[in-house]
C-alpha cells in the first residue's frame, strides 16, 4: 500500500537554477535560500534543460545520494512526487499524483498552476516544455538569443525572471492553493545579472559560446584556471541574484499554510574543464546539481 508522508495543506514552490552546479551553491552568499534549507549534491537525469526538465515534471527529481535518514525525499527510493502513470510501487511517497505531470497532478487537486522563466524551451506554447500549462499559466521571462551565447542586449538583466518579482507574487496572490514554478535563466550561458563592460569577460563569454554544448575545442586558448574560473563568478553572482529576488517574493507571497519547497539545477555546466564548455555533455560538474527540498517551509517576513 502506498503511505502519503505530506497529508498536511501545502502550497508549492519550484525553482530550477538552470545550469547551475552544485559547487555553485558552495560558493555563493545564500542567507534567503539557507533559510529554507542546504542544499546536496544530486545528479540530474538530463544533461539539458529539456530531459532535465521533462523528467522533474514527471515527479523524478535529481537524485541525491546523500544518506541523511531524517531526509524522507533523498532516503533510497522515496519520491517527493510519483504519478499514478508511473509503475505502481508500494510504500511511502511524498505527494501521491494523478495526471501525466506534476503540474495536471496538482491542478487535478485544485491547486492555480502558474510558470515563470527562463530558457527558450519555455519560450512560447510550441514548446514541449510548456504542454502541461494550460493557457494564461505561464510567462515567458527570459532572454532571447539571435545566436549561440546571446548578446549583452538579449541579457539585460530587465528580462530575466527574478527582475519579475512583484509579477510573479501578484500571480498568486488570493490564491487560496498555488503551485508555483519558476526555471531561473539567470544562472544560465551568458550568467551575466548586469551589463557586462569588462572586454576579457565579454570575450570568455563569446569564446566559452563557440565550443559550448559538446563542440570539441582545438584551440585550448582557455580553460577553468585560464578564464573559465571568471565565468563560474559569474555564476556565482547569478546566484546571490536569485537568492536576493527570492527572499523579495518569498515576503510578498502568502504564508497561511507551509510552502513545499524545491530548489535544484536542472543540470550543470562545464567552465572549461578538459577543454570542454557548457552541458550536453555527460562530465561530472554537467551532472551533479544542488538539491534542496523543505516539505514544509514556513517564511517569517523581515
Ligand atoms: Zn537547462
Not at 560558493?27 to 549534491?41: F, M, Q, R, S
Amino acid at each position: 500500500m502506498t503511505e502519503r508522508l505530506i497529508n498536511y495543506e501545502h502550497n508549492t514552490l519550484l525553482i530550477t537554477l538552470d545550469s547551475c552546479r552544485y559547487d555553485t551553491f558552495e560558493l555563493a552568499h545564500t542567507p534567503n535560500i539557507d533559510k529554507i534549507g542546504e542544499a546536496v549534491p544530486a545528479m540530474t537525469n538530463g544533461n539539458f534543460t529539456l530531459p532535465a526538465h521533462t523528467s522533474i515534471f514527471s515527479g523524478f527529481l535529481p537524485k541525491s545520494d546523500d544518506k541523511n535518514p531524517d531526509s524522507f525525499y533523498t532516503a533510497n527510493g522515496v519520491q517527493l512526487w510519483r504519478l499514478n502513470s508511473s509503475k505502481n510501487r508500494e510504500g511511502q511517497i511524498g505527494v501521491p499524483l494523478s495526471g501525466r505531470s506534476i503540474l495536471e497532478g496538482y491542478r487535478n487537486l485544485g491547486y492555480k498552476i502558474r510558470g515563470f522563466g527562463g530558457t527558450q524551451f519555455f519560450y512560447d506554447d510550441h514548446q514541449i516544455l510548456r504542454a502541461d500549462f494550460k493557457e494564461g499559466e505561464f510567462q515567458h521571462f527570459g532572454a532571447i538569443y539571435g545566436h549561440e551565447g546571446g548578446t549583452n542586449e538579449d541579457r539585460h538583466p530587465s528580462v530575466l525572471p527574478f527582475s519579475h518579482i512583484d509579477e510573479i507574487a501578484e500571480s498568486v496572490k488570493n490564491t487560496k492553493k498555488w503551485f508555483l514554478f519558476i526555471n531561473s535563466h539567470e544562472t544560465h550561458s551568458p550568467y551575466n545579472v548586469k551589463i557586462l563592460e569588462d572586454p576579457e569577460l565579454q570575450e570568455l563569454v563569446k569564446y566559452s559560446s563557440k565550443f559550448r554544448n559538446g563542440k570539441t575545442d582545438p584551440e585550448m586558448k582557455y580553460d577553468y584556471n585560464n578564464g573559465g574560473y571568471r565565468l563560474h563568478a559569474l555564476q556565482v553572482e547569478a546566484l546571490e541574484f536569485v537568492d536576493e529576488g527570492l527572499g523579495d517574493l518569498l515576503d510578498k507571497i502568502s504564508h497561511d499554510i507551509p510552502i513545499l519547497t524545491v530548489i535544484t539545477g536542472d543540470h550543470g555546466e562545464a567552465f572549461g574543464e578538459n577543454g570542454l564548455w557548457g552541458h550536453i555533455i555527460n562530465k561530472p560538474k554537467v551532472l551533479e546539481v544542488p538539491l534542496l527540498i523543505n516539505p514544509q517551509y514556513l517564511h517569517k517576513n523581515n
